[in-house]
Each structure stands twice: as C-alpha cells, then as structure tokens.
C-alpha cells in the first residue's frame, strides 16, 4: 500500500475486508479515520457508520465506530 493516500488506503481497506475501524486504521498509519472518511463522503463516496459494543481486555464494554460503504461505488465493485 505503500505511494497510496491515506484515503486511498482506507478506500482500499474497506473494499477488501467490508468495514474499517479505528484500531485498524491504526496498523495503516492512519491516526484521524473520521476525518479521512469525511473527505472521502465530500467526495461522493456513500459511507456510513455502525456502532459496534465491543469488550475490551479488562472485560468491560466501549462503543466504537466501525465504516462500511453504504452502497457499493460502481468504480469498486468489479473487483470485490
């Protein structure tokens, strides 16, 4: 992935796994995921966001953001 924009990243992300979160956008260099999935939806990209409880080490449960395409872009979709 390396030379792609981090939009390009999470673009690239969400096509091959479904969804993106924050912890995985952590493993690619992207710090600010909110802000590069308001670029990419001021871009035309139809992106939505799921609240997902998730249990965390200590046993204890915290919500967090997960993004998905809400539909899929027709330049993508040719090769999910």
Do not use: W
């Given at each position: 992935?390396?030379?792609?924009?981090?939009?390009?990243?999470?673009?690239?992300?969400?096509?091959?796994?479904?969804?993106?979160?924050?912890?995985?956008a952590?493993?690619?260099?992207?710090?600010?995921?909110?802000?590069?999935?308001s670029?990419?939806?001021?871009?035309?990209?139809?992106?939505?966001?799921?609240?997902?409880?998730?249990?965390?080490?200590d046993?204890?449960?915290?919500?967090?953001?997960?993004?998905?395409?809400?539909?899929?872009?027709?330049?993508?979709?040719?090769?999910?």
């Amino acid at each position: 992935m390396n030379g792609l924009t981090q939009c390009e990243k999470v673009l690239d992300y969400i096509k091959r796994n479904g969804s993106i979160t924050q912890r995985e956008a952590l493993g690619l260099g992207i710090y600010r995921l909110a802000s590069r999935v308001s670029d990419l939806k001021k871009a035309g990209y139809d992106i939505r966001s799921v609240n997902v409880v998730v249990v965390n080490k200590d046993g204890t449960k915290s919500h967090i953001a997960k993004y998905e395409f809400r539909t899929m872009p027709k330049d993508l979709a040719f090769e999910i």
